[in-house]
């Protein structure tokens, strides 16, 4: 039985298949970051993937909206919620929504259980234009933690 007494509804083959694919791709991110060691400058840890160094802070010393993510995802693949919070924290909300992504979907992949409309439900305008304003404040913290504001 399901909420409300309904049985609930099974994912077809292709939505569990589906599913197994999501999971796997937000574990394979979990898995980079946590092989990655993260940057003790709170940013950077992305040049362990070939990457160059971000533009922002190399023409201006301004670090770019997403400077950060991967040290922070890093650090909470690392099992560090705190320093990844700390590093930057739309980071570190993204790596928890990783991580609940992997469990979701995996989930519906293994028991074929369709909790994915309960969680995609709750996407909307809403929750863009909140998510849009934390990304904007986690940015103004990188700023002020990369002058040494705290």
């Known amino acids: 039985m399901g909420w409300g007494g309904a049985s609930p ?9 589906a599913s197994a694919l999501v999971a796997l791709v937000a574990a394979s991110v979990l898995a980079i970051a946590w092989i990655l060691v993260p940057s003790d400058a709170g940013l950077g840890t992305h040049r362990q993937l070939g990457m160059p160094p971000c533009n922002w802070i190399v023409a201006a010393n301004m670090p770019c909206p997403t400077c950060g993510m991967t040290t922070a995802f890093s650090h909470a693949a690392h099992g560090d919620l705190p320093a990844s919070f700390g ?12 991580a609940a992504t992997v469990l979701v979907a995996g989930w519906t992949a293994v028991t074929g259980s369709m909790l994915a409309p309960f969680f995609t439900g709750l996407f909307g305008r809403r929750l863009f234009w909140i998510s849009i304003a934390m990304l904007l404040l986690a940015w103004g913290w990188k700023i002020m933690d990369h002058r040494g504001l705290f």
Do not use: F, I, S
Request: a positive charge.
């Open 87 to 98: 590093t930057q924290p739309m980071g570190a909300v993204l790596a928890v929504v990783t």
């Open 9 to 17: 509804e099974k994912a077809t083959g292709p939505v569990r298949l």
